[in-house]
């Protein structure tokens, strides 16, 4: 029985670092991308006659906020942080099915 435990706990710890490097791989192409779309933006604004306070606007950095919304989430589900749907929502709607599974089935019988 503790080898069935450890081994779970084995594949458990693997599958929680699986997310935590994805996480980690996202943060970088999020860095990369980010940074690449926002040198890009401004560089053509300036090519365009802004100054570069100019070329500072809202839309050089709306890549970062929004994709940075998402990231923030994905690094709290990876970290073990979820806000929604976490694992006690899960067991709780599962008990909730399963209970009406059994009322349904005492109903026939």
């Known amino acids: 029985m503790e080898?069935?435990?450890?081994?779970?706990?084995?594949?458990?710890?693997?599958?929680?670092?699986g997310k935590i490097k994805s996480f980690y791989a996202h943060a970088l192409v999020?860095?990369?991308?980010?940074?690449?779309?926002t040198i890009s933006a401004i560089t053509t604004k300036m090519q365009q006659?802004?100054?570069?306070?100019?070329?500072?606007d809202w839309g050089s950095f709306m890549v970062w906020f929004l994709w940075g919304t998402g990231l923030f989430f994905h690094g709290l589900n990876a970290h073990g942080k979820r806000l929604f749907f976490s694992a006690k929502w899960e067991e709780?709607?599962?008990?909730k099915?399963?209970?009406?599974?059994?009322?349904?089935?005492?109903?026939?019988k």
Do not use: W
């Open 92 to 95: 709780r709607q599962i008990r």
């Open 97 to 108: 099915y399963m209970e009406q599974e059994e009322r349904e089935a005492q109903k026939y």
């Open 30 to 37: 999020y860095a990369v991308v980010s940074l690449t779309i």
């Open 49 to 56: 006659g802004n100054t570069f306070m100019e070329a500072l």
């Open 3 to 17: 080898l069935d435990t450890d081994a779970a706990r084995l594949k458990k710890a693997k599958a929680q670092l």
